[in-house]
C-alpha cells in the first residue's frame, strides 16, 4: 500500500469541502422559508385570525436568528480554516461501530470511529480525503479500512468534536 503526503493544506482543502456547502445552502432554505411564511402569513389575513398570524411573525423570527446564528457559526469555522486554526491530534482507534436506522422506505446506516480519551468520529456521508490520488474513499470505505489500534490524526476546530480523521496507514503527516 502506497501512503500519501498529508499537509495541512490537505487538511485545509478537506474542511473547506465540507464547509462551503452549508454556506451556500442556508440562505436558501432561508429563503425558501420566507416565502412559506408570506404566503402562510398572506392566507391568515385573509381570515383575520390575528393569533396565528402572531405565532407565524414570531416562528419568522426564530427562523431568522437560527439561520443567522448557523451562518455566523459557519463563517467562523471557514475564517480559521483559511487561518490553519485547526486543532491537530494523534490518538488510537478503540473500537468502531455501525448502526441503521429505517424511516419509511429509506434505511441509512451510519458509521461511527472510537478513539481514546472518549473521541467519537461520526463519519460524514461524503466522500473523504477528495484530494488524495490513491485513498479517495466514502464513509464505508473510511470504516472497513480503520481496524482496532491504528493510529489516526483527528482534526477539530473548537473543543473535542473531531470533524476530520485520516489513519496514518495510509498517510504521512508533514508539518
Known amino acids: 500500500m502506497q501512503k500519501e503526503t498529508l499537509t495541512k493544506e490537505n487538511i485545509k482543502r478537506d474542511i473547506l469541502l465540507r464547509l462551503l456547502p452549508d454556506v451556500v445552502l442556508i440562505p436558501i432554505i432561508y429563503l425558501c422559508l ?11 389575513r385573509g381570515y383575520h385570525v390575528t393569533i396565528l398570524i402572531n405565532i407565524n411573525f414570531i416562528l419568522f423570527i426564530i ?3 437560527a439561520s443567522l446564528y448557523y451562518l455566523t457559526y459557519n463563517l467562523i469555522m471557514i475564517y480559521k480554516t483559511r487561518k490553519y486554526q485547526f486543532i491537530i491530534k494523534t ?15 429509506t434505511s441509512s446506516t451510519y458509521y461511527t470511529l472510537y478513539f481514546n480519551r472518549f473521541i467519537k468520529y461520526y463519519i460524514p456521508d461524503y466522500w473523504n480525503y477528495k484530494w488524495s490520488s490513491f485513498h479517495c474513499m466514502d464513509r464505508k470505505g473510511v470504516f472497513d479500512s480503520s ?19 485520516y489513519n496514518l496507514n495510509f498517510f504521512d503527516f508533514q508539518e
Open 63 to 65: 427562523l431568522t436568528i
Open 91 to 105: 490518538s488510537v482507534l478503540i473500537g468502531k461501530d455501525t448502526y441503521s436506522r429505517r424511516i419509511g422506505s
Open 34 to 44: 420566507l416565502v412559506i411564511n408570506k404566503i402562510i402569513d398572506w392566507i391568515l
Open 147 to 165: 481496524n482496532v489500534d491504528d493510529k489516526f490524526l483527528l482534526i477539530s476546530l473548537i473543543g473535542k468534536k473531531v470533524i476530520m480523521a
